[in-house]
């Protein structure tokens, strides 16, 4: 009888107490962290524009137009080599399921294509991270999808299908599900962005429970593959994810919500306001604070008035968005995590959001005064330099909100 050599290794970030996240659970963590500050900013917009079609219309129009952004031909071309499309394959707006397909896999919104046809497209969605956002980001996607086909169509002429997500998690249905339909062969009309939550013309095949999936082929398999054989490994797609999240659901909807205020004072205002109450409301409850300390592995010996259990947090986070960053102290009286700007705000290079700083700074000062204690605060030093600091610390201040 024989023994291993050594144990079988798998990639994890590590607590600053040491504990182990393995990979595919901080990629699940840091998706839904995504989704879940995609919400605040959802509820920014709410307040900003108290129309439901006003604003959906909006946004629907500016993900349309930063999607279709990237149409050319040197796009098109390089959209064809990377998903290994035969060149025998009609080039016609239904290729752009492929590029929806795939975005949903390395976003962990787990399901299948039940149906591709040259008239018929129907995928069906058992889970999505994002369905705590609400009804207009599901209206949104229609518009994203919208782009895809017309991509793919460009080669082709005018996009033929009409699109309907007509079930959406976010809307309280079982499944997402998207819908395309080739309009002279169903009937369609040419959509408008809020003719997308229809029903489609045909029945819809609906999956077994006992066949349904709570994870997508990243966390299932280990690596997504499309029609034409295409794979792309996990770990690829965690960075994708890391980027592309943050770009279609915060950076997209956010050129059109500044545009709802009257100016850039009256917007920073109710941001600010919208992601102080959900800082604080984050660790109210009592086992929300013990589920946070078993989720870092935080030691008995740290205890419940601690700038550290804050500064843990913060550095998880970053850590499982893949975003550099260094402890500089960390001790009973401060926390320093030292980080640069573009790294921060700049998840997708070319679109650095700058409203991740304003949010996450105003939501882990408030988090702190629930999760620790009201004398603790969070604030970030050298937010215009080249290297930003992270700070826990202690703070007197008369206006404290």
């Not at 607590?15 to 500050?37: C, M, Q």
């Amino acid at each position: 009888m024989s023994l291993k050599d050594r144990l079988d290794q798998s990639k994890c970030v590590t607590t600053v107490w040491g504990k182990l996240i393995p990979e595919k659970e901080a990629y699940n963590y840091a998706v839904r962290h995504i989704a879940s500050f995609c919400a605040n900013v959802f509820q920014v917009m709410r307040i900003l524009e108290p129309d439901f079609e006003k604003r959906t219309e909006a946004i629907c129009e500016i993900a349309y137009m930063m999607n279709m952004g990237a149409c050319n031909d040197d796009y098109i071309n390089e959209f064809f080599d990377e998903w290994n499309i035969p060149e025998f394959c009609e080039k016609s707006s239904w290729l752009g399921g492929i590029v929806g397909d795939s975005g949903d896999e390395y976003e962990d919104m787990a399901g299948r294509v039940v149906q591709f046809t040259r008239n018929r497209v129907e995928k069906e969605l058992d889970t999505c991270p994002w369905d705590i956002v609400g009804a207009e980001l599901c209206n949104m996607t229609t518009a994203m999808f919208t782009a895809n086909f017309d991509i793919a169509a460009a080669k082709a002429g005018e996009n033929e299908v009409a699109l309907n997500m007509c079930e959406a998690r976010g809307c309280g249905d079982r499944h997402c599900r998207v819908v395309a339909e080739r309009r002279d062969v169903y009937g369609w009309e040419k959509q408008g962005w809020l003719d997308h939550m229809q029903q489609p013309k045909d029945p819809v095949h609906q999956t077994p429970n006992d066949r349904c999936v709570k994870h997508g082929q990243l966390q299932r398999n280990g690596f997504y593959s499309q029609a034409f054989g295409e794979e792309k490994t996990f770990e690829w797609a965690y960075h994708w994810c890391m980027e592309k999240g943050w770009l279609w659901c915060i950076a997209f909807p956010l050129i059109a919500i500044r545009d709802m205020a009257e100016d850039d004072d009256e917007f920073e205002r109710i941001f600010k306001i919208v992601f102080a109450t959900a800082g604080k409301n984050e660790f109210i409850e009592p086992f929300a604070k013990e589920g946070l300390r078993s989720w870092l592995g935080v030691p008995h010996e740290i205890g419940e008035n601690d700038p550290r259990l804050m500064g843990g947090y913060i550095k998880n986070i970053l850590d499982t968005q893949l975003v550099p960053c260094e402890l500089e102290a960390f001790t009973e009286d401060e926390v320093r995590i030292t980080v640069t700007p573009d790294d921060f705000n700049g998840r997708f290079e070319m679109a650095p959001i700058d409203e991740l700083t304003l949010g996450y700074e105003t939501m882990w000062h408030n988090m702190v005064k629930t999760m620790v204690s009201p004398e603790w605060s969070c604030w970030f030093e050298g937010k215009e330099d080249e290297v930003m600091t992270i700070v826990v610390g202690r703070k007197i201040d008369k206006r404290m909100i």
